[in-house]
């Protein structure tokens, strides 16, 4: 967790610890006055990520990271949701906070409410917020095979998927940006052959070169605000702030094929 040059070996559990650290040394390298807040509810493949956090603490309070376990996924999203709220009221003492919501995906499943209204609601300019969803796809310790993508698309959330442990460092620091210049969430999935694995991977931070998209807001901007009616939130959010992920997406090259063929015939999405 100290390294910020180089290469490190590390786990996914430990990479998703990592995130909140490197997004507050890129805070500080740019001039923001940031921290940061996590709530959820573990399962498995992120059983052990409360753990973890709470065993990095040091690492945690020098980076004005605030971990607050939810007594359940619902209130753990509702918490998140609540730290974009940062700057509507007077007396803020932070430039923003980002926020991280971490679940199984049957807490996806009952936190869909909260995750529609917070992603109308909004992000704040340097907050911004990664939902990061744990999916059992062969069923190893659930009551049915789970997958998220379905409930964020019913949510209107984009997802990133990693197919590697550098990929949920660098994904997840896209996820923040993404969700600070677009206004919604971002998510992003964990599974067990990330989590559960590990890899060295590259730590520099100038490893990232975030590209911002020519990208036309309206004038009132697309971020959280007071007394916010529902309809221009839905208004927002299909006309701006999932064009604006898209653009995200496209000017920083996050969707890639990875083994290419002169003749493809058949697609796998990772």
């Known amino acids: 967790y100290d390294l910020v040059e180089g290469k490190a070996y590390m786990t996914g559990i430990q990479a998703l610890v990592r995130l909140p650290l490197d997004q507050k040394r890129l805070d500080l390298q740019a001039g923001h006055n940031t921290a940061g807040f996590i709530s959820g509810y573990r399962g498995s493949p992120l059983g052990g990520y409360d753990q973890q956090l709470r065993a ?17 996924e619902d209130l753990g999203a509702t918490a998140v949701w609540g730290s974009q709220q940062l700057g509507l009221f007077p007396g803020a003492q932070r430039d923003g906070l980002f926020g991280i919501w971490y679940g199984k995906a049957p807490g996806v499943d009952r936190t869909g409410d909260v995750f529609k209204h917070a992603n109308a609601a909004g992000t704040s300019g340097l907050g911004g917020v990664l939902a990061i969803l744990g999916d059992d796809h062969m069923c190893k310790s659930s009551t049915l095979p789970s997958q998220s993508e379905f409930a964020m698309q019913d949510a209107e959330i984009p997802v990133l998927n990693p197919a590697s442990i550098q990929d949920v460092l660098d994904y997840g620091l896209h996820g923040w940006a993404m969700s600070r210049f677009s206004g919604g969430w971002s998510s992003m999935i964990a599974l067990a052959d990330t989590m559960d694995s590990g890899a060295v991977v590259d730590v520099s931070l100038d490893r990232m070169n975030f590209v911002r998209p020519d990208f036309e807001f309206p004038e009132e901007g697309v971020h959280m605000r007071r007394s916010d009616p529902p309809l221009e939130k839905e208004r927002r959010l299909r006309d701006y702030k999932l064009p604006a992920a898209q653009a995200w997406v496209r000017a920083n090259s996050l969707d890639r094929v990875i083994l290419p063929s002169p003749k493809p015939r058949v697609g796998l999405v990772v």
């Open 56 to 72: 990095a603490q040091k690492w945690l309070d020098a980076h004005d990271i605030k971990f607050w376990e939810g007594l359940n």
